[in-house]
T-cell receptor
Framework: AQTVTQSQPEMSVQEAETVTLSCTYD???????LFWYKQPPSRQMILVIR??????QNATENRFSVNFQKAAKSFSLKISDSQLGDTAMYFC??????????????FGKGTKLSVKP | DAMVIQNPRYQVTQFGKPVTLSCSQT?????MYWYQQKSSQAPKLLFH???????NEADTPDNFQSRRPNTSFCFLDIRSPGLGDAAMYLC?????????????FGAGTRLSVL
């Protein structure tokens, strides 16, 4: 069974600085997707970034980028120029590409990020 | 312009009293999911509908049921809530059920059991 581990329950960063959130996962599959989702306080979870495992190039979305290390099963999220609106719970998630659970997200426990002015 | 809407946002029920949570979507997506998220834990998939086909996760208790009367609506029924069922319940949708499909979430319903 796949598992996702986020080792940092809480983090804080000063506005305009850079922060990196860690995520490791365990799977025996060679093809899969990885996601970072953001859940602001009392608001819905939204997709931050998606990575396809068979693509070696790291995904980027504006100030958000990932460091995907497939051999190490590591998928960290870097937030550059942090803004107050980045304050949220961040979830790392794994999705199999096929095999009967191909549409299912498996989440980590999350990292609570606080951006301080 | 909310695309996945959950009602109510907060629900209080009594121990053993049936409760229904509601989810609607304006995305016309084929798949709707229900997750349970307990405090400081990862969201856990309970089940999903692909169109009218119901797919239950193996470890979802029988106490939890779901209905999807049409494409837009999906309900979560808890037949006899226990104290351990107090949690945030998240509804999500995706266009299809294939690897990589993005899931769109509602804001959740926080259930309290007294």
């Amino acid at each position: 069974a796949q598992t996702v581990t986020q080792s940092q329950p809480e983090m804080s960063v000063q506005e305009a600085e850079t922060v990196t959130l860690s995520c490791t996962y365990d799977t025996s599959e060679s093809n899969y997707y990885l996601f970072w989702y953001k859940q602001p306080p009392s608001r819905q979870m939204i997709l931050v970034i998606r990575q396809e495992a068979y693509k070696q190039q790291n995904a980027t979305e504006n100030r958000f980028s990932v460091n995907f290390q497939k051999a190490a099963k590591s998928f960290s999220l870097k937030i550059s120029d942090s803004q107050l609106g980045d304050t949220a719970m961040y979830f790392c998630a794994f999705m199999p590409f096929y095999g009967g659970s191909q549409g299912n997200l498996i989440f980590g426990k999350g990292t609570k990020l606080s951006v301080k002015p | 312009d909310a695309m996945v809407i959950q009602n109510p946002r907060y629900q209080v029920t009594q121990f053993g009293k049936p409760v229904t949570l509601s989810c609607s979507q304006t995305l016309n997506h084929n798949v709707m999911y229900w997750y349970q998220q307990k405090s400081s834990q990862a969201p856990k998939l309970l089940f999903h509908y692909y169109d009218k086909d119901f797919n239950n996760e193996a470890d979802t208790p029988d106490n939890f049921q779901s209905r999807r009367p049409n494409t837009s609506f999906c309900f979560l029924d808890i037949r006899s809530p226990g104290l351990g069922d107090a949690a945030m319940y998240l509804c999500a949708t995706s266009r299809d059920w294939t690897g990589g499909d993005i899931q769109y979430f509602g804001a959740g319903t926080r259930l309290s059991v007294l």
